[in-house]
Nanobody
Framework: QVQLEESGGGPVQAGGSLRLSCTSD????????MGWLRQAPGKEPEFVAA????????AYADFAKGRFTISRDYSKNTVYLQMNSLKPEDTGVYFC???????????????????WGHGTHVAVSS
């Protein structure tokens, strides 16, 4: 099981940008697909973005397309989520996640991720 730690959240005005980071320990990072999930207050967690094991394939929720970019840096065992043109409805806790049984393929369903970090809070004000 990989250990995941997020950072980079905080308050931001609508239209602004944030870059979230997720650092993972262990060698499994290099062969594991990774994802970002989020949970708004009072709502169920939802999928945001995913990246496959070698970084060549990405997937995004409709609300993230054109605004968010997921990437990974193998030298730092880190996955990033660059978020631009933020909206108040993007407010929530953002989690980095990995599947319990990696296949290398980017996952788009929340239920496919069994290893979650503690999350980083994003607050977008209007």
């Amino acid at each position: 099981q990989v250990q995941l730690e997020e950072s980079g959240g905080g308050p931001v005005q609508a239209g602004g940008s944030l870059r979230l980071s997720c650092t993972s320990d262990g060698d499994r990072f290099r062969t594991t697909e990774m994802g970002w999930l989020r949970q708004a207050p009072g709502k169920e967690p939802e999928f945001v973005a995913a990246i496959n094991w070698n970084g060549e394939t990405t997937a995004y929720a409709d609300f993230a397309k054109g605004r968010f970019t997921i990437s990974r840096d193998y030298s730092k065992n880190t996955v990033y989520l660059q978020m631009n043109s933020l909206k108040p409805e993007d407010t929530g806790v953002y989690f980095c996640a990995a599947p319990g049984s990696p296949t290398g393929i980017a996952r788009t369903r929340v239920g496919e991720y069994s290893n979650w970090g503690h999350g980083t809070h994003v607050a977008v004000s209007s």
